[in-house]
């Protein structure tokens, strides 16, 4: 487990050794224009990015015009109220979901350009995603649905990699359950163990502690912090618990389908009271828009 020491000691490593043109391992699944993606300043560049679900006076607007830029080697935390367009940036972010306008460029690779099946490769060759509702496969074992991603991309499935990547999220002994027999926070930590496989480029985590006690949350903080500091990963993590977030780079405060605020190296506490505030003034728009 890492100290708070070796947290912060590992930021200053991978901002010196995984910032923009800095050197990086080449591990990814990566299946076109690798050249020029590398040398892209952003492993993620949204711009401008809106989405909205339906149309006319029942249409949603979930995200209003979001600007994010992620460098190489970077962990980032996105906060925000319940329903203010969190998982819809990180699918947005991930190629699983279209923007309505705007862009999204991954690594140099705008996604708005590519057809389906260019886009399914690119997801596969450098993307790793944990949704919030885990969406494991019931009728494949842990062992299994953390090899699939493996299997999905054409590559040899690697089952030593496997039960190291289950012994890392505390499952060594469970790698032969299937979904159904595990606990949501062993669900959560497989979903975990799936994502980071293929040691992906980008890691979209959705909530990835939502169903773990706070030690084994800790575990997995870690987990993914390694993944940036091991392989140059870049992390984006949508999570509701500040002492999650304080073990990014970087927190991102959505409201209402827009970043409102960011904050760079906050603890707990400081992001838990940013938090506070941000209710507070929802409760206050509410109340008022009640009142008129
Ligand atoms: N497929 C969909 N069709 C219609 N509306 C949707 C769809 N998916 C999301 N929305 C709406 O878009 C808005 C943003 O949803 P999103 O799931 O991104 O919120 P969130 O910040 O992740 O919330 P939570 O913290 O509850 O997970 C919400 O108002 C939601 O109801
Ligand atoms: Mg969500």
């Given amino acids: 487990m890492q100290t708070n020491e070796t947290q912060s000691q590992s930021k200053t490593q991978t901002q010196s050794q995984n910032g923009p043109g800095g050197p990086r391992e080449d591990t990814h699944l990566a299946d076109s224009g690798t050249a020029l993606d590398r040398a892209s300043a952003w492993a993620l560049a949204m711009d401008g990015v809106t989405r909205r679900y339906g149309r006319g006076g029942r249409a949603v607007h979930a995200l209003r015009g979001v600007d994010v830029r992620l460098p190489h080697g970077s962990f980032t935390a996105v906060m925000g109220p319940s329903g203010s367009g969190k998982s819809t940036l990180l699918q947005c972010a991930a190629g699983l979901d279209r923007a309505t306008s ?22 596969r060759s450098r993307v790793g995603f944990v949704f919030q509702s885990f969406n ?41 359950s299937r979904p159904g027999e595990l606990s949501g926070g062993q669900q959560q930590r497989v979903a975990i163990a799936r994502a980071l496989i293929t040691r992906p480029d980008l ?90």
């Fill in 203 to 292: 890691v979209c985590a959705d909530e990835p502690s939502g169903a773990l006690d706070p030690a084994t949350a800790e575990d997995v903080m870690g987990l993914l912090r390694q993944a940036v500091r091991e392989w140059g990963a870049t992390v984006l993590m949508v999570t509701h618990d500040p002492a999650a977030a304080a073990w990014a780079d970087r927190a991102l405060f959505l409201q209402d389908g827009l970043v409102v605020d960011e904050a760079n190296g906050w603890d707990a506490p400081e992001i838990a009271a940013r938090m506070r505030s941000m209710r507070t003034t929802r409760a206050a728009t509410a109340a008022a828009e009640v009142a008129a």
């Fill in 136 to 176: 494991l496969l019931p009728t494949l074992t842990a062992e299994q649905n953390v090899l699939l991603p493996l299997r999905l991309a054409g590559v040899r499935p690697d089952r030593t990699a496997a039960a190291r990547m289950l012994a890392r999220v505390g499952l060594a002994d469970r790698a032969r």
């Fill in 102 to 123: 705007g862009r999204v460029t991954l690594g140099g690779q705008d996604l708005s350009g590519l057809g389906e099946r260019r886009l399914t490769r690119l997801r």
